[in-house]
Nanobody, 123 residues
Framework: QVQLVESGGGLAQVGASLRLSCAASGRTSSIFTMGWFRRTPGKEREFVAAIRWNNDNTYYADSVKGRFAISRDNAKSTGYLQMNSLKPEDTAVYYC????????????????WGQGTQVTVSS
């Protein structure tokens, strides 16, 4: 089992930056992919970004490409999502997820989920 705990959400103004963290514990050796998803009321959870746990391959949704950056620190078993140039449409609950497999953008292929952290971008 892997436990994930997100932190770093909050309120930001348009154009500002926030960094989310995802601390992993438990059987972290089983993680192959770490991803970030977000959900707004009335919508399905959508893919934001993903990173391989053991190399530097990264993947982004078109909506965040060029503004968000995903990274990880294996020594700390922690993943990060740096969010820059925030927009009101980035307002959502952000979830960290970990997968034992290689598919990056589909919710059903992730095995472990954090509890979520709220990000609100105001104008």
């Amino acid at each position: 089992q892997v436990q994930l705990v997100e932190s770093g959400g909050g309120l930001a103004q348009v154009g500002a930056s926030l960094r989310l963290s995802c601390a992993a514990s438990g059987r972290t050796s089983s993680i192959f992919t770490m991803g970030w998803f977000r959900r707004t009321p009335g919508k399905e959870r959508e893919f934001v970004a993903a990173i391989r746990w053991n190399n530097d391959n990264t993947y982004y949704a078109d909506s965040v490409k060029g503004r968000f950056a995903i990274s990880r620190d294996n020594a700390k078993s922690t993943g990060y999502l740096q969010m820059n140039s925030l927009k009101p449409e980035d307002t959502a609950v952000y979830y960290c997820a970990a997968a034992r497999g290689s598919i990056v953008s589909m919710v059903q292929y992730y095995d472990y989920w954090g509890q979520g952290t709220q990000v609100t971008v105001s104008s």
